[in-house]
């Protein structure tokens, strides 16, 4: 009989033991007011990370009683959203550009050659002078400037400063010297600034490769450092995930390389550039993928910018009436590296910002690729779009690939460039939406700030940061909260192929993601842009 009811006793103990375990997890994070992103748009209160990945989501109480972890992490009531993805941005040359002279803001052209000369003082000893960011539209005089005072600074030291948008720069004639540019200069897809006979020091689109390629690259080291710099940037506004459009081989190799080895913890989709050796290599090889990186696309530049009138129109500019922009190839260009991206199986991601050059591009995917298909090919940028061309992104299944900051930058301007009409065409962003069915939101940095919540503000109030102008730039275009959130999470990993992988807070996902102070989905508008980041996590690993 004693033996008996030792036995119970010890199947009771064990019993009531077994209902009390918890099943040890890696972290736990609850008292959330979690967005899942989920197919539902679900809200929860909890969730437990295991081997970086969601292992569950649910309540307070469902998760406590079954999981356990050394890193419990009481949110406090504060929102947890999908880690952050900006579907188009140059990550590389942001870090490049951490180490140049910043013109961004520049309120003049003394402003910014001053910016110019303060940098060359700290750094005497490179080269080259390099800067970026400027914008003549932001100016008292709106002309392109000269580069005069950059000769009489600076008359043995090769000058480039690249303007805000990429697609023009300003050098000195040092620089004009050793590119081998005159005033007689022509190219394809490329204009050098002429006045008065002589080059004014302005080059836009393709002429301004004749100068970048001869500037001396970063070493690997230089470039290391400055990698990890924006990674640290870039996990504090709750970013974890890119794509950068627009990567040569070896560059690819080094990204890889720190991320195998710990060191870079930002997933990439890496765009490549479209060049001989890189299309010879990834067509014999093939995509290439892990965690943190995935290879399976090109990058290929159709026009230029509206900002410096390379955008190519389907009519003149307003305030050009002789100039309608420029393609930077023949279509027929665009033509075989379409033929060869759909025979390789990589996806073709083309930059497009005016209105022919959308209809140029659009009608090629439209003659290639079958009905119904899932290859996601993309426009980047979309910026002008015809009414008539706006039904193509759902007829041939391309992703509008868009930059909601650039509606809010561009807006004092963009009128004057595009007419009363034309300009109600563009950052037509919900449009573009309910045409195809989603837009991939990004930033296009460093051409705009690297904060996604300056993007996400922009794309539901379609004001500045000062909250200008009353009622928003085009209202009709805005988008709504939830269709902007997953625009920067499940839309964008969508468009890259990896939805199955991240952009929600699913079990069974990455776990990256983000928490903020304030609920962005709730807060009145003129306060998203401000909202502090309060960590970010990859991979279930606090990085900020």
């Not at 540019?181 to 836009?204: M, P, Q, R």
């Not at 307003?318 to 199986?345: I, M």
């Not at 919540?453 to 200008?468: M, P, Q, T």
Request: hydrophobic share 40%; charged share 25%; proline share 4%.
């Amino acid at each position: 009989m004693k033996s008996y009811s030792t036995l119970l006793l010890t199947v009771l103990s064990l019993a009531f033991w077994g209902c009390n375990t918890t099943e040890k997890v890696d972290l736990v994070v609850y008292n959330a007011n979690v967005y899942t992103v989920n197919a539902n748009f679900d809200t929860q209160e909890a969730f437990a990370v295991k081997d970086g990945k969601f292992l569950a989501i649910g309540s307070n109480k469902e998760i406590k009683e079954k999981y356990s972890a050394e890193k419990m992490v009481d949110a406090e009531g504060k929102v947890v959203f999908p880690g952050f993805i900006d579907g188009h941005a140059h990550f590389v040359g942001y870090a490049q550009n951490l180490l140049q002279a910043d013109l961004v803001g520049a309120e003049s052209f003394s402003d910014m050659v001053n910016r110019v000369t303060t940098h060359r003082s700290a750094h005497p000893e490179t080269q080259w002078i390099l800067g970026r960011g400027w914008d003549q539209n932001d100016w008292p005089n709106k002309e392109f400037p000269t580069k005069d005072t950059l000769d009489a600074l600076f008359p043995n030291t090769p000058v480039f400063l690249t303007r805000v948008d990429g697609h023009a720069a300003l050098v000195n004639q040092k620089a004009l010297d050793l590119a081998g540019i005159t005033a007689s200069t022509e190219l394809l897809g490329g204009k050098v600034l002429v006045a008065n006979g002589k080059a004014t020091g302005v080059l836009i689109d393709n002429a301004v490769t004749l100068v970048e390629q001869i500037i001396p690259p970063l070493t690997d080291a230089e470039l290391v450092e400055a990698l990890m710099q924006a990674q640290k940037n870039c996990h504090a506004v709750g970013l974890t995930s890119l794509a950068d459009a627009g990567l040569d081989k070896p560059v690819i190799d080094l990204l890889d390389s720190l991320q195998q080895a710990q060191l870079l913890k930002m997933r990439i989709y890496a765009m490549v550039t479209p060049s001989e050796a890189n299309m010879n290599y990834y067509f014999t090889h093939g995509k290439y993928k892990t965690d943190f990186l995935n290879v399976r696309s090109f990058k290929v530049y159709g026009d230029g910018a509206l900002g410096s009138r390379g955008a190519c129109l389907l009519k003149p500019y307003h305030d050009d009436a002789d100039n309608t922009g420029f393609l930077l190839f023949k279509p027929d260009v665009y033509e075989s590296l379409a033929k060869q991206f759909y025979t390789y199986g990589f996806q073709m991601n083309t930059h497009c910002i005016g209105d022919s050059a959308n209809r140029v591009i659009l009608d090629i995917y439209g003659r290639l690729l079958p009905k119904e298909n899932d290859l996601r090919w993309r426009i980047e940028h979309a910026q002008v779009v015809a009414k008539e061309e706006v039904g193509k992104f759902k007829e041939f299944n391309v992703i509008p690939s868009i930059q909601p900051t650039h509606a809010t930058s561009d807006m004092y301007w963009a009128p004057d460039r595009l007419g009363e009409e034309r300009i109600k065409t563009a950052y037509a962003y919900q449009d573009l939406k309910q045409s195809k069915g989603l837009v991939a939101l990004g930033s296009d940095f460093p051409v705009e700030h690297i904060n996604p919540l300056y993007g996400f503000h922009s794309a539901v109030a379609r004001k500045d940061a000062k909250n200008w102008p009353e009622g928003g730039f085009q209202k009709e275009n805005a988008l709504s909260r939830e269709d902007a959130l997953r625009g920067m999470t499940i839309w964008a990993a969508f468009a890259q192929f990896e939805e199955q992988e991240k952009g929600s807070i699913e079990a069974g996902k990455l776990a990256d993601f983000v928490i903020l102070e304030k609920n962005i989905m709730e807060i009145p508008e003129e306060e998203i842009r401000e909202t502090p980041i309060k960590a970010t996590f990859v991979q279930g690993e606090q990085v900020f």
